[in-house]
């Protein structure tokens, strides 16, 4: 098992839709938990993170997490074609290391 | 959230040549700082850990002797790729932790570094 895992898409979803992204970890992983987001040819930018169970919201999106399920989602609403991208799903281990999965890349059509 | 930079932003260099790459955290003090490649179609793959003042530690399979990292200050730490080859060529992104948003490690990538070696 990867110790990060995401399926890879593309997702596509129309303009205003609600877009669910998902993640699972493996044991290693085990504190915290982020969303980045990454256009084609530039780096990652954060868009949320997430420690305890439950939901977290900032603005259009809302960062699930479940630690006895070992998941972590994030759900974007009203999605924009802006909101095309790859979303890179990383928990952290070993303080403050990161541990990336490959990535879902998401694509809003108007 | 905070900033980060790199420089430059893209080299293209001959083989056997050395590079050296610049990242700084603009609006806080990183007491670490992280070196990452990312090849395309893939995700991000740690390379290491740099903090302030003390030796890189580096992840299983990378060569420290080939990639050196200084972090001579809490706002600089350079990647220096040497002798590159064109298997080198990649996407060299830094990050930086640090008590900007004070939150608890959260990473702030650079721009990224488009490394080209003919």
């Known amino acids: 098992q990867k110790e990060v895992e995401q399926n890879s898409g593309p997702l596509s979803v129309p303009e205003g839709a609600i877009a669910s992204l998902n993640c699972t970890y493996s044991d290693r992983v085990s504190q915290s938990f982020f969303w980045y987001r990454q256009y084609s040819g530039k780096s990652p930018e954060l868009i949320m993170s997430?420690?305890?169970?439950g939901d977290k919201e900032d603005g259009r999106f809302t960062a699930q997490l479940n630690k006895a399920s070992q998941y972590v989602s994030l759900l974007i609403r009203d999605s924009q074609p802006s909101d095309s991208a790859t979303y890179l799903c990383?928990?952290?281990?070993?303080?403050?290391?990161?541990?990336f999965g490959t990535g879902t890349r998401l694509q809003v059509f108007p | 959230g905070a900033v980060v930079s790199q420089h430059p932003s893209r080299v293209i260099c001959k083989s056997g040549t050395s590079v050296k790459i610049e990242c700084r955290s603009l609006?806080?003090?990183?007491?670490?700082m992280f070196w990452y490649r990312q090849f395309p179609k893939q995700s991000l793959m740690l390379m290491a850990t740099s903090n302030e003042g003390s030796k890189a530690t580096y992840e299983q399979g990378v060569e420290k002797d080939k990639f050196l990292i200084n972090h001579a200050s809490l706002t600089l730490s350079t990647l220096t790729v040497t002798s590159a080859h064109p298997e080198d060529s990649s996407f060299y992104i830094c990050?930086?932790?640090?008590?900007?948003?004070?939150?608890?490690?959260?990473?702030?990538f650079g721009p990224g570094t488009r490394l080209t070696v003919l």
């Open positions: 609006d806080f003090q990183a007491t670490t």
């Open positions: 997430i420690y305890s169970n």
């Open positions: 990383a928990g952290s281990y070993n303080t403050d290391k990161l541990i």
């Open positions: 990050s930086g932790v640090g008590g900007a948003s004070g939150i608890y490690n959260e990473q702030f």
